[in-house]
């Protein structure tokens, strides 16, 4: 439509122009309202997607809030346990120690019952009572058959002999272990009641009279 030919004097024109701008207002008002609901659905789905993001954030920080509680809790129970495995470290240690120190023990207890038992034996020895003159000549006699001349062994050693000839006579008397003071053996003049004699010397047997 030529815009410029119409005479907005004429009624027609008049009647023409209105309804074109009618026309054209309606399209206005159209256009504006399209243009407003497609914003507003535009803005629309943008906020259905910000409130899927968020629900996916909101669901993501719900999982992480859960494994952290669950990594604070195993965080805790390991605690536990590694105060216990040090605990027990510390006893078994102790332990160890004790048990150490009780094979010392026992190895001390052990050596001294050693020392104690050989004490024993050499004090028993020491208090046993020297071989008497029945026993020595118990065993002379089974050994030699008896000494000559009749004499009786003693206990005692060489007294007056002659120890440049060893002669040993049968009528000489010497105290008797068995009496004290007043009784008397005859000295064997035989030569292994001599050698037996000298083997007592040579053991440190001392006699004192009675």
Known sequence: MNWMALDPKSPENTQVVLEE??????????????????EGNALTESLCRWKQRVTALTQEKTSLQRELHTAQRQIKHQLVL????????????????????QLVLEEEKNSLQMELHTAQHQVGRLLSPPATDRSLRSSHDET?????????????PLQNSDEKSGSCSGERRYPSLEKDGGG???????????????????????????
């Open 82 to 101: 590694e105060e216990e495995k040090n605990s027990l470290q510390m006893e078994l240690h102790t332990a160890q120690h004790q048990f150490k120190d």
């Open 144 to 156: 030699t058959g008896g000494c000559p001349g009749g004499g009786s062994f003693s206990a005692f």
């Open 21 to 38: 701008k009618n026309t054209f207002l309606q399209m206005s008002s159209t256009l504006k309202t399209k243009d407003q609901l497609d």
């Open 184 to 210: 008397e053996q005859f000295r064997p003049s035989s030569c292994r009641c001599r050698a037996l004699e000298a083997e007592r010397r040579g053991g440190g047997w001392r006699a004192q009279e009675g």
